[in-house]
């Protein structure tokens, strides 16, 4: 296989409506609580399943919700947060030596 053919395949094959997250990930990538993410769940907002005693959201759902109910100032949060995690991981690594 050529280096033209590797770019032409995608990275993922699988079905991104099959995808899913822990309730505490949705959570965080929603920038609110594990409890109010079981709400949203409860409420229908978004779409979950249960495996055992873990509550797993549909990542495409999840995604839904955020692209219509996040405001300007959550997604600038949410952002600070990012970058507030890649500073402390690259403190980390240079103490680390």
């Not at 991104?16 to 229908?44: D, F, K, N, R, Y």
């Not at 873990?54 to 100032?73: C, D, G, I, M, Q």
């Amino acid at each position: 296989m050529d280096e033209e053919q590797l770019h032409d395949e995608p990275l993922w094959s699988g079905a991104w409506e099959e995808m899913t997250v822990p309730v505490p990930l949705a959570a965080s990538l929603l920038c609110l609580s594990p409890h109010t993410v079981g709400q949203l769940i409860e409420g229908g907002h978004l779409v979950a399943e249960q495996r055992g005693n873990f509550r797993f959201v549909n990542l495409v759902s999840l995604l839904a919700y955020r692209r219509r109910h996040w405001t300007p100032e959550q997604a600038a949060r949410y952002n600070a947060a990012l970058d507030d995690a890649t500073a402390l991981d690259q403190a980390a690594d240079l103490l680390a030596g």
